[in-house]
């Protein structure tokens, strides 16, 4: 169910329905409890079992994080490893590698934390180039970045699948025989990026999971969001039964848990969201994202959408003719937030309202925050605009969004909303049907494993349980529904 009503500042639940721990102070990072009064009710509330794992998670990241004795005992393990199991006073960890673009960072970020959540670890934070200028932390009185003297720092980047330490590598090298009589290593790299292989995949089997339980210290790459094939998973059913009973707000819950924008990033969000897209009776956010090569706009994305907003009912049509204007005539406002790395798709819609009249009459005015033309990489600016874009549209009433894109998955998943999605152009050409309403607003695992672990075969695993399907944008995908 999506809002009905926006909160009125000052009377809303800042706290998210307790999904916000109370106890930061608000000036360093006013986003956290000041973003309830930008977005509409959505509806969804954690379940009280979900707030109370995350009070539980707070505390254990305060009692094991950076600078604790626990933390310190862990971190000498690891530089002196004398092969003996260690208990390091309840503290093992899971570390997140900075790596990729910000949609599958935020993503991956999330997965890791759900596993943290579900195989209590606490979870630290490669900060990379720009994770702290863009994140506020999330957990109150300890820090979520690794220090910048963790020993195993410098070999993040290289990190990949013949890394001695990476896991899948393990087992191809050795036989469960020998892996089962091995000592749990100080460490493992768990290579969980797109094109990992079958061992690699073992990861989302219930018995390496056993075998990873004893490792003090894992240190994942990502790209993807991983979540769907964690609930198939026999190990972790229940407790993710019991933290999210409404399937699809994992991300939802999660997101907004974890990403605040930072003061800077937040400035962007509230600046453009006063100046452009307050005061109107709609919002509707329509992201442009193309996978093409060549240097777009593109005759037939801009079809796709236009066909798309019109058989949707989501834009009103033009009458061509430029006929008289009806005295019935509807004085609704429509604002729509076009994000695109390039800009001629808004102007092409923005002229098209402007030069011809809509046949219901209502009055539709287009934004475009920035047009930044090509992706690039580990630019403070660019990303902090990346991000206030994400989450401007994660604001809106409606979303339309474009195929495989995680940019779109973050905007739908912190709103609460069920976008419609344009389907992937093939051969240049629009799709018919242009776009799809999707089932839920969980994001799309781009690259699931189809294994079979007690039988040790391939499976579809879209087809094993009712909650976890393939994805509309993408069929070998898997989401949460
Ligand atoms: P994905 O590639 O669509 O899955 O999304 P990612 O966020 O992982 O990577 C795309 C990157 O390209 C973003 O992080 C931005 O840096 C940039 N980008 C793509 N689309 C836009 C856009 O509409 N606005 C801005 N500002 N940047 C974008």
Redesign the pocket.
């Known amino acids: 169910v999506e809002g009905t009503s926006h909160s009125v500042m000052g009377s809303e639940d800042k706290l998210l329905g307790g999904l916000l721990a109370t106890g930061f102070d608000e000036d360093f990072c006013t986003s956290r409890y000041g973003s309830v009064s930008y977005r509409k009710a959505s509806g969804h509330k954690p379940s009280p079992y979900l707030v109370s794992r995350l009070r539980a998670y707070e505390a254990l990241h305060k009692r094991c994080g950076p600078n604790t004795e626990p933390y310190n005992r862990a971190v000498e393990y690891l530089r002196s490893d004398d092969g003996s199991p260690k208990q390091f006073m309840g503290c093992k960890y899971v570390v997140w590698i900075s790596f990729?673009?910000?949609?599958?960072?935020i993503l991956t970020l999330a997965s890791t934390f759900l596993y943290a959540l579900l195989t209590n670890r606490v979870l630290l934070v490669d900060p990379g180039v720009d994770m702290a200028d863009l994140f506020c932390e999330p957990f109150p009185n300890a820090s979520w970045f690794l220090p910048l003297d963790f020993p195993l720092k410098d070999q993040f980047h290289g990190f990949d699948q013949n890394s001695g330490h990476c896991y899948g590598k393990m087992l191809k090298e050795n036989s469960p025989d020998v892996m089962n009589k091995m000592n749990p290593p100080s460490f493992l790299y768990l290579h969980l990026v797109h094109n990992y292989d079958d061992q690699d995949k073992l990861f989302f089997c219930e018995d390496e999971q056993s075998f990873l339980k004893e490792v003090p210290w894992l240190i994942v790459k990502s790209d993807n969001y991983f979540i769907p094939s964690l609930f198939l998973i026999p190990l972790f059913e229940e407790e993710l039964n019991n933290l999210f009973p409404e399937i699809e707000t994992v991300f939802h819950f999660l997101g907004q848990y974890l990403f605040h924008p930072t003061n800077p990033v937040w400035g962007l969000v509230k600046r453009y969201y006063h100046a452009y897209l307050s005061g109107f009776d709609e919002k509707m956010g329509i992201?442009?994202?193309v996978f093409d090569t060549g240097t777009g706009p593109f005759q037939h994305v801009l079809d796709q959408i236009l066909a798309c907003t019109g058989r949707e009912n989501l834009l009103p049509s033009v009458d061509r003719g430029r006929s008289i204007l009806p005295n019935s005539y509807s004085h609704k406002s429509k604002v729509v937030l076009v994000?695109?790395?390039s800009s001629g798709y808004s102007e092409h819609i923005r002229d098209l309202y402007w030069e011809n009249p809509t046949t219901t009459g209502e009055v539709v005015s287009v934004f475009q925050p920035?047009h930044?033309e090509h992706?690039?990489t580990e630019k403070q600016m660019?990303?902090q605009?990346?991000w206030s874009?994400m989450y401007l549209l994660s604001l809106m009433d409606t979303l339309v969004t474009s195929s495989?894109?995680?940019?779109?998955y973050v905007a739908q998943g912190l709103g609460g909303l069920r976008p419609w999605i344009l389907y992937k152009p093939e051969n240049r050409t629009a799709p018919d049907p242009p776009c799809q309403r999707a089932m839920s607003m969980e994001p799309c695992f781009h690259a699931p494993p189809f294994y079979d672990c007690k039988a040790k075969r391939g499976i579809d695993t879209g087809e094993l349980v009712p909650h976890v399907r393939h994805c509309e944008d993408m069929s070998w995908g898997l989401k949460l529904i």
């Open positions: 990729s673009g910000l949609g599958n960072r992201q442009i994202r994000t695109s790395l920035s930044e992706q690039q660019h990303n605009k990346a874009e495989w894109s995680t940019f779109g």
